[in-house]
């Protein structure tokens, strides 16, 4: 999760990368990020309302939802307050997988761990931050949206997935901009972001070619 104490004003970086190097970005939505976003809401709300996840999308491929590591049985019911995280899972094998689906004939053997069903709700429209984590398959189907209208991260993670797989990186990013200004690609290491928020802007190049 990203951490708490990083400033409320994130610096502003705005990559275009070739469509496997956007891929990779796909990695940090694992993690956590911070959305910004209209709360007191269900999580199909926000999911499919506020975030623009299809509804047949949240229905069928999106198996297993947490909320603050519960297991979310109906996401018309769970409702998402601010600081609140939210775990988004295609289909996972096993019966661990099978337990934790929406709905599952398993839910009575999870009581403990399922969300209620219920909650207080703060009134319509109060805006705050959640915690947002895709996993497995999601992060490559629903990452690469995320990011290309930004997600919010520490910049200890940006950081720490370049210095992973720097030579790709650097071979793969076409453009970079830190807070509006062009930046060669290695300046991206030269900056430590560790203790500060980052806005992520991930961009495929135009045409889609590796």
């Not at 400033?7 to 469509?19: C, F, Q, S, V, Y």
């Not at 047949?56 to 409702?79: C, H, K, M, S, W």
Request: aromatic residues 4%; proline residues 6%; glycine residues 10%.
């Amino acid at each position: 999760m990203p951490d708490n104490h990083l400033a409320e004003t994130p610096i502003r970086i705005t990559l275009t990368a070739t469509p496997k190097v956007c891929e990779k970005f796909c990695l940090l939505t694992g993690n956590g990020f911070r959305i910004r976003a209209r709360l007191g809401c269900s999580v199909r709300e926000l999911l499919c309302g506020q975030l623009g996840i299809e509804p047949a999308y949240l229905a069928g491929r999106i198996q297993t939802i947490f909320l603050n590591g519960q297991v979310v049985d109906d996401p018309e019911l769970a409702v998402v307050l601010p600081g609140s995280t939210i775990a988004l899972s295609a289909a996972m094998p096993g019966i661990a997988g099978a337990m934790l689906r929406k709905k599952s004939r398993y839910a009575p053997m999870r009581t403990e761990l399922s969300h209620p069903s219920s909650g207080t709700r703060p009134g319509p429209g109060v805006e705050g931050d959640v915690v947002l984590k895709l996993f497995n398959l999601l992060q490559q189907e629903l990452g690469l949206r995320f990011l290309s209208r930004g997600i919010r991260i520490s910049g200890g993670a940006l950081r720490g997935l370049l210095e992973s797989r720097w030579d790709a990186f650097r071979a793969g990013i076409l453009t970079a901009e830190v807070s509006g200004e062009p930046v060669a690609t290695n300046a991206l290491l030269d900056t430590d972001w560790t203790s500060q928020e980052v806005l992520l802007v991930v961009e495929p190049q135009a045409g889609g070619a590796d």
